[in-house]
């Protein structure tokens, strides 16, 4: 790779690697004890995209101890909105998967919400302050009554069939053409 082909692609990298930071969605926990009582135990949040309102909301959470899956006996979220103080707990079941437990969650309003985890094991109990996650408010319900007309997801299914329409019509018309050029004798 030739230095000008790196100069183009550097600011490409930069805005990508930017990107994955700001929408990886993990939040790491700070301990919200003597700091000693905590040494070594990290607990992240995964939302898994984007949540919204209204809706079951499957969110995880890995637990590790020295970057090793922690042996958690229990684990449990508090999502609190920042603008009404309501609070959703939720307790997380381990997926079996390195240190990852994940809980379904339904928050009522859109907004921030801060998040808190705490961690029950052999000998240890924490609690842990993750950063606040944004949640889209709920969709909106159908403003008209009654049933709602079904909608079959066809995209595109419009232009290919004029396409395969054309082009068949267009194969036929060179097929008869040939069949009616008279034969030399």
Known sequence: MTRRTQARLLPSLAIASALVLVTAG????????????????????DPGGTLSAGGTEIVGVFVLEDEQPYDATRVNLTFTSVADGTAI???????GSYGRWQAAVELPAGGTWTVSAVVQGAGFAGDFALDPVSVRPPAAAPTTGGTSPIVLATPALGPV????LIAGMSGLLLMTRKRQVPAAS
Do not use: F, N, W, Y
């Open 26 to 45: 993990t939040a790491l926990g700070k301990c919200e004890h003597d700091p000693s009582e905590c040494q070594g135990m990290i607990v992240t949040l």
């Open 89 to 95: 707990r939720v307790a997380a079941e381990p997926t």
């Open 161 to 164: 069939l004029l396409a395969a």
